[in-house]
């Protein structure tokens, strides 16, 4: 099992909530904003210098507007052979 942060899993995950905060129609400063953080903290993770631990991912979902249930969910399905 990779757990790089290279890997093609992690890259999906990344796409996922630059996604997310796309479809929310907010930038990367107002994710920030919400998450009481610096812009550079969504760059980072969004671009794949940080990787994210399970709170820091439900605290990014909540400030997108779902829920790391939700993130989990089409994370899944975009591990779906085609």
């Known amino acids: 099992m990779d757990r790089s942060i290279t890997s093609d899993e992690y890259r999906r995950f990344r796409e996922l909530l630059r996604q997310l905060r ?3 129609g ?3 400063v ?3 904003e919400r998450l009481d953080e ?3 903290f ?3 993770y969004e671009s ?3 990787r994210l631990d399970v709170i820091e991912t439900r605290h990014i979902a909540e400030a997108l507007g779902t829920t790391l249930a939700e993130v989990v969910a089409r994370l899944d399905q975009t591990d779906e052979p085609s």
């Open 22 to 24: 796309l479809d929310a």
């Open 26 to 28: 907010l930038t990367q």
């Open 30 to 32: 107002e994710v920030a």
């Open 38 to 40: 610096p812009q550079s």
């Open 42 to 44: 969504v760059s980072k």
């Open 48 to 50: 794949g210098e940080r």
